[in-house]
């Protein structure tokens, strides 16, 4: 079955860190760059960050530039997401998803929530 599935998500405190992850299943994840994308409560989605099909190449919105790091592991299928210096902004339901033609998304995971409270 072709499918993502994140997890991870959680509650954390402003200035505190997360690592959310997602398991790829179904297709060869190594062939595909992969990326984050999260929606804030009563927002529209953001894209957060991508990274090639080898890991080499990373590529991050403005907004978590600096704190949040994407990496991947291809014998694991597994994509991750360090997200450090959280900030209240940052509480979003966070998805990954497959970067298709033309960098359109053309497969999503359910999603994993991170809230940052004190």
């Known amino acids: 079955q072709v499918q993502l599935v994140e997890s991870g998500g959680g509650l954390v405190q402003p200035g505190g860190s997360l690592r959310v992850s997602c398991a790829a299943s179904g297709f060869t994840f190594s062939s595909y760059y992969m990326s984050w994308v999260r929606q804030a409560p009563g927002k529209g989605l953001e894209w957060v960050s991508a990274i090639n099909t080898g890991g080499g190449s990373t590529y991050y919105a403005d907004s978590v530039k600096g704190r949040f790091t994407i990496s991947r592991d291809n014998a694991k299928n597994t994509l991750y997401l360090q997200m450090d210096s959280l900030k209240p902004e940052d509480t979003a339901l966070y998805y990954c998803?497959?970067?298709?033609?033309?960098?359109?998304?053309?497969?999503w995971g359910q999603g994993t929530q991170v809230t940052v409270s004190s």
């Open positions: 998803a497959r970067v298709g033609v033309l960098w359109g998304f053309d497969l």
